[in-house]
């Protein structure tokens, strides 16, 4: 027998071996819907201007006219839930699907096809020469950049699809995505270079920034987030089954080739969708899934919603951070995730080492 | 050695009117080279047979064909009176279950939820577990004795242990024929005894094994020992028939003797 799934890190842990209560998910589940609350709550108070929390409140309710909160907090705020749950819920799937705890979202190209897309769009609106006065780059980006770099990242995905033949062989997929991700940047970092404007409105995209979304921007990403859910839930069994092997799947019964395609394309349209409309925000997609395995068990029925909910915790407080941490000016969050998730992210290497 | 019907109490009818699972002149190829031809064997039910014969000679690839993961070049496997190819993979999944040598095993799921996917032939892709489903799932961890540590995660239980756990993930869908590739590779005396011993009891149930094996010691007590050599059936018996001086030496080579140790022939390296 060789170990081929999740090597050394979720080895003993802190669980010591031991079964997951229902008590112990209950919890957790319960403890990420009270921080998600707060998390909302303070993300629509706080930031440049604040607000207090009966205000808050009054104006959600419509009692009062507020549109700082209605038009830009709100579908800011919301924004960053539905995008959190978009990574969440694809990195977990992915993280299944290809047995690998190291799988992001990200993984079969998504994110440099939509950068590619964003940067096409860009380059066919043509000269942007003088807009980049303020820090408001995305005002700028032509309204076709979100659907350019939804077309980028699924076009990526299935090209990848295409390299690799299918889904059957696991680590095709994610040769074909390295190869498919490395060319569409070079293609990307070419077409930046025709001029410097170009270069900050891509740039400024690709660190992820959730300040421009609009309330159609939020509909969006909730629609995908509605379709794709039921899928998900759905595939937990399955994903469950993959972690016994491939063969050992098949031999159960399980039609392996249309289910891959119907994960990855669920999760394509996911990430698609956070990515056009928000950036590309790291870390949220690996960290949330790895984290809350370790709090409630590997089992996908329920790992899977308890990533879209710790995504979701994780990307709310992250842009609460990037508003205030230096206000009235802002980080843009993409940084932040990174600065922030890739030392959680030894830390739990680590942790996992030295259990192990 | 007792026959299926003294020692298990089903009626021999039930055992006969079961699917049978066979190869008939199967042949497989793989990249135009032929690694399998005009195989025949059957595989009934309630009784083991073991595969036999050296490396790379299509052990594997032969228990593949036979579990409907790999197509047959020529030939077909049938199950009952049908081609396999023609069950649907959810009603093959239910009467053959398929151990594979390195599968690997979920370092973050309890020895119950791994067993559990065992129950995923007969659940499909929506169903949800019922009474039948965790009856299955009790019986099949009490076969293997796995029970007591049900709860555990497979990276803490021992090598043994962890093959006993994924030998219950088999036999919790209940299949009529077991097909398992190696299944004492890399245990220790004690528990090579203990597995062998196990799928002993597996016969009383009126399971069919199909075991590839590459000991031929350990095949000593199958009630049937198929050989194969340069992709071709070359034996096919009871072990004493099988395991003789002529064919092994003709295989392995000048410096294996057959002897007979306790009225069964026993394989060992001479100088």
């Given at each position: 027998?060789?170990?081929?799934?999740?090597?050394?890190?979720?080895?003993?842990?802190?669980?010591?071996?031991?079964?997951?209560?229902?008590?112990?998910?209950?919890?957790?589940?319960?403890?990420?819907?009270?921080?998600?609350?707060?998390?909302?709550?303070?993300?629509?108070?706080?930031?440049?201007?604040?607000?207090?929390?009966?205000?808050?409140?009054?104006?959600?309710?419509?009692?009062?006219?507020?549109?700082?909160?209605?038009?830009?907090?709100?579908?800011?705020?919301?924004?960053?839930?539905?995008?959190?749950?978009?990574?969440?819920?694809?990195?977990?799937?992915?993280?299944?699907?290809?047995?690998?705890?190291?799988?992001?979202?990200?993984?079969?190209?998504?994110?440099?096809?939509?950068?590619?897309?964003?940067?096409?769009?860009?380059?066919?609106?043509?000269?942007?020469?003088?807009?980049?006065?303020?820090?408001?780059?995305?005002?700028?980006?032509?309204?076709?950049?979100?659907?350019?770099?939804?077309?980028?990242?699924?076009?990526?995905?299935?090209?990848?699809?295409?390299?690799?033949?299918?889904?059957?062989?696991?680590?095709?997929?994610?040769?074909?995505?390295?190869?498919?991700?490395?060319?569409?940047?070079?293609?990307?970092?070419?077409?930046?270079?025709?001029?410097?404007?170009?270069?900050?409105?891509?740039?400024?995209?690709?660190?992820?920034?959730?300040?421009?979304?609009?309330?159609?921007?939020?509909?969006?990403?909730?629609?995908?987030?509605?379709?794709?859910?039921?899928?998900?839930?759905?595939?937990?069994?399955?994903?469950?089954?993959?972690?016994?092997?491939?063969?050992?799947?098949?031999?159960?019964?399980?039609?392996?080739?249309?289910?891959?395609?119907?994960?990855?394309?669920?999760?394509?349209?996911?990430?698609?969708?956070?990515?056009?409309?928000?950036?590309?925000?790291?870390?949220?997609?690996?960290?949330?899934?790895?984290?809350?395995?370790?709090?409630?068990?590997?089992?996908?029925?329920?790992?899977?919603?308890?990533?879209?909910?710790?995504?979701?915790?994780?990307?709310?407080?992250?842009?609460?951070?990037?508003?205030?941490?230096?206000?009235?000016?802002?980080?843009?969050?993409?940084?932040?995730?990174?600065?922030?998730?890739?030392?959680?992210?030894?830390?739990?290497?680590?942790?996992?080492?030295?259990?192990? | 050695?007792?026959?299926?019907?003294?020692?298990?109490?089903?009626?021999?009818?039930?055992?006969?009117?079961?699917?049978?699972?066979?190869?008939?002149?199967?042949?497989?190829?793989?990249?135009?080279?032929?690694?399998?031809?005009?195989?025949?064997?059957?595989?009934?039910?309630?009784?083991?047979?073991?595969?036999?014969?050296?490396?790379?000679?299509?052990?594997?690839?032969?228990?593949?064909?036979?579990?409907?993961?790999?197509?047959?070049?020529?030939?077909?496997?049938?199950?009952?009176?049908?081609?396999?190819?023609?069950?649907?993979?959810?009603?093959?999944?239910?009467?053959?279950?398929?151990?594979?040598?390195?599968?690997?095993?979920?370092?973050?799921?309890?020895?119950?939820?791994?067993?559990?996917?065992?129950?995923?032939?007969?659940?499909?892709?929506?169903?949800?577990?019922?009474?039948?489903?965790?009856?299955?799932?009790?019986?099949?961890?009490?076969?293997?004795?796995?029970?007591?540590?049900?709860?555990?995660?497979?990276?803490?239980?021992?090598?043994?242990?962890?093959?006993?756990?994924?030998?219950?993930?088999?036999?919790?869908?209940?299949?009529?024929?077991?097909?398992?590739?190696?299944?004492?590779?890399?245990?220790?005396?004690?528990?090579?005894?203990?597995?062998?011993?196990?799928?002993?009891?597996?016969?009383?149930?009126?399971?069919?094994?199909?075991?590839?094996?590459?000991?031929?010691?350990?095949?000593?007590?199958?009630?049937?020992?198929?050989?194969?050599?340069?992709g071709k059936l070359a034996a096919l018996g009871t072990p004493r028939e099988v395991l003789n001086q002529p064919l092994l030496q003709s295989v392995y080579g000048g410096w294996v003797r057959v002897h007979e140790v306790e009225g069964e022939p026993a394989v060992?390296?001479?100088?």
């Open positions: 027998m060789q170990k081929t799934s999740h090597p050394t890190l979720f080895a003993p842990l802190a669980r010591a071996g031991k079964a997951n209560s229902a008590v112990r998910q209950g919890l957790v589940f319960l403890g990420l819907l009270v921080l998600l609350a707060v998390g909302l709550t303070l993300g629509v108070g706080q930031g440049a201007v604040q607000i207090p929390l009966l205000e808050v409140i009054r104006s959600v309710l419509g009692l009062q006219e507020n549109p700082i909160i209605t038009d830009l907090r709100l579908p800011r705020v919301l924004a960053a839930l539905l995008v959190g749950a978009a990574l969440g819920l694809s990195g977990a799937a992915f993280q299944g699907l290809f047995r690998n705890p190291l799988a992001d979202p990200y993984l079969m190209g998504s994110a440099a096809g939509a950068a590619f897309g964003v940067t096409l769009a860009v380059s066919l609106a043509g000269g942007l020469t003088g807009a980049f006065a303020q820090n408001a780059v995305f005002d700028f980006l032509p309204v076709s950049a979100t659907l350019f770099g939804f077309l980028g990242a699924v076009g990526a995905v299935f090209v990848v699809l295409l390299l690799s033949g299918g889904a059957s062989r696991t680590n095709d997929l994610i040769l074909a995505g390295v190869v498919v991700g490395s060319v569409l940047v070079s293609l990307t970092s070419y077409l930046m270079l025709q001029d410097a404007d170009r270069v900050r409105a891509v740039f400024a995209y690709t660190l992820g920034n959730l300040a421009f979304i609009s309330w159609k921007g939020v509909g969006s990403l909730a629609l995908y987030l509605l379709l794709t859910l039921p899928v998900f839930l759905l595939l937990g069994r399955t994903l469950n089954a993959l972690n016994l092997g491939e063969e050992t799947a098949r031999s159960l019964g399980l039609p392996l080739g249309q289910l891959k395609l119907l994960i990855i394309g669920a999760a394509t349209l996911l990430t698609a969708t956070a990515v056009a409309q928000v950036g590309i925000i790291g870390f949220v997609g690996l960290v949330a899934p790895h984290a809350l395995r370790r709090l409630i068990g590997g089992d996908y029925r329920y790992l899977l919603p308890a990533s879209a909910l710790g995504g979701a915790v994780l990307l709310v407080f992250a842009d609460l951070l990037a508003r205030t941490l230096i206000a009235p000016a802002e980080l843009p969050v993409g940084i932040l995730t990174t600065l922030l998730g890739g030392p959680f992210f030894l830390y739990l290497l680590w942790r996992g080492r030295r259990k192990g | 050695m007792k026959s299926v019907e003294q020692c298990s109490g089903l009626n021999p009818m039930d055992l006969a009117l079961r699917p049978r699972l066979s190869a008939l002149s199967l042949s497989f190829s793989y990249r135009n080279r032929a690694v399998l031809s005009d195989i025949n064997l059957e595989l009934r039910s309630g009784e083991w047979l073991a595969l036999l014969g050296p490396n790379g000679v299509g052990k594997s690839t032969l228990l593949r064909l036979m579990a409907g993961l790999l197509k047959p070049s020529t030939g077909q496997v049938r199950l009952g009176g049908e081609r396999l190819e023609r069950w649907s993979s959810w009603m093959r999944g239910q009467k053959i279950a398929f151990l594979p040598q390195n599968g690997g095993y979920p370092e973050d799921l309890t020895v119950e939820e791994v067993v559990a996917l065992g129950r995923t032939p007969h659940l499909g892709l929506l169903g949800r577990a019922g009474k039948a489903d965790w009856e299955a799932l009790e019986w099949a961890m009490q076969q293997t004795q796995v029970t007591e540590f049900r709860h555990r995660l497979l990276p803490t239980l021992s090598g043994g242990e962890r093959q006993r756990v994924m030998l219950a993930r088999a036999l919790a869908a209940r299949p009529q024929y077991l097909l398992l590739d190696e299944p004492t590779n890399h245990l220790d005396l004690h528990h090579q005894a203990e597995f062998i011993c196990l799928l002993t009891g597996l016969r009383a149930q009126g399971i069919g094994t199909l075991t590839v094996l590459h000991d031929p010691n350990l095949a000593r007590s199958a009630d049937r020992v198929a050989f194969l050599s340069a060992l390296l001479g100088g």
